[in-house]
């Protein structure tokens, strides 16, 4: 009797105290509240990244003028040069003996055309000769000027202050007039051109200040150039196919760091009217989607896909999906599911966003 009755016993004060952790479990459950918050909406800036393409302020292909042999070189492949300075030489042996003989040519219809003025002088010749003599020294002057021409041309010199790339002809190669012998690049600023979509250029050009057309440049090395670069021209036209327009920032290169060719990123202050700003923890992703709980006015929560328009650390400009009064679950986004009724604490968005690492003003 004693075994049956502490038995029963036990089994009395287990029930009990398992009732009794269920009754403690579900009222703790409970009082289980959540953090909500809403879009916060204000003017702002982001900084954008264009994919850009670098370019020297002056990039040219220098050619052989004349037909010959390349005689000799000056330079160096990616030597820097100065304007004026001699770059090649072509054989000018066959320009200069043309020189002479337009020269000497010149010379003995010059003593013709002197005879004849004095013979017209003294009324022995016409004025008629005496203009064709004088016609025939003006076409041998022509000839000399145009022999000294294509001597001139056996020589080419750097038209600006540039740096060298490589040689497409080596010393006493045959090459024909129009022949590429190298390129040359004036790299003391660089032309940088990105494309930008059309609605990110209506605002630009509607907030367009002084210090929104300064723009930085990330290069290759995912490193900040230096030296910030200021945006000074846009194309005409906007590309009917992908809806870009074209900039131009113009970068100063000192060290001559850029070159030709090179690629990076722009970063452009964009801004943005009355833009919805949630944090990033507020949403979860579906198939690549991003979606928030909505808190409804009974306290139900509520599933809805947002479209995400930039992104900055830690938080989400949203063009779609939510509006300023819309209330958000900010965390326990994992814990519910769309219907549930939840309890919850709400949370003005300027103090939920000022306790986040960044916020963009």
Not at 55 to 83: C, N, P
Not at 109 to 118: D, F, H, I
Not at 173 to 190: A, I, Q, R, Y
Not at 286 to 310: A, I, M, P
Request: aromatic letters at 10%.
């Amino acid at each position: 009797m004693k075994k049956v009755f502490m038995l029963m016993f036990v089994s009395w004060c287990g029930l009990y105290g398992f009732t009794s952790c269920a009754d403690k479990k579900e009222e703790k459950e409970e009082k289980v509240e959540y953090l909500v918050t809403s879009p916060l909406q204000k003017d702002t800036t982001i900084t954008k990244e264009y994919v850009a393409q670098i370019h020297s302020i002056q990039h040219i292909e220098l050619r052989a003028l004349e037909k010959g042999y390349l005689q000799k070189i000056f330079v160096d492949e990616g030597q820097t040069v100065k304007q004026g300075q001699l770059m090649f030489q072509i054989m000018p042996m066959i320009y200069q003996a043309e020189l002479k003989k337009s020269q000497a040519e010149a010379n003995y219809v010059n003593l013709e055309y002197q005879n004849t003025k004095r013979l017209a002088d003294n009324n022995v010749v016409s004025k008629s000769e005496l203009a064709l003599a004088e016609a025939k020294y003006d076409k041998a002057k022509a000839d000399v000027a145009l022999a000294q021409t294509h001597l001139g041309f056996t020589t080419i010199r750097a038209p600006f202050n540039g740096i060298m790339d490589h040689f497409q002809a080596r010393l006493g190669s045959l090459v024909d007039e129009g022949d590429l012998l190298t390129t040359l690049s004036d790299n003391s600023k660089m032309w940088v051109y990105f494309n930008v979509p059309e609605a990110e250029y209506l605002a630009y050009k509607e907030a367009k200040t002084n210090n929104l057309e300064k723009v930085n440049l990330l290069m290759a090395n995912n490193q900040v150039y230096p030296q910030p670069g200021v945006v000074q021209t846009i194309e005409a036209d906007f590309n009917n196919e992908t809806g870009n327009i074209a900039f131009r920032a113009t970068f100063p290169n000192p060290k001559s760091l850029l070159r030709n060719g090179e690629t990076g990123s722009v970063l452009m202050t964009v801004p943005l009217k009355n833009a919805l700003i949630i944090p990033q923890k507020a949403t979860f992703e579906v198939l690549e989607k991003k979606f928030v709980y909505v808190v409804d006015k009974d306290e139900h929560v509520h599933q809805r896909e947002v479209t995400v328009g930039s992104e900055m650390p830690d938080l989400y400009i949203i063009t779609d999906g939510l509006k300023p009064d819309d209330r958000i679950m900010l965390e326990g986004i994992r814990k519910v599911k769309d219907g549930e009724k939840i309890k919850y604490e709400y949370e003005k968005p300027e103090k939920v966003i000022s306790h986040l690492k960044v916020y963009s003003e």
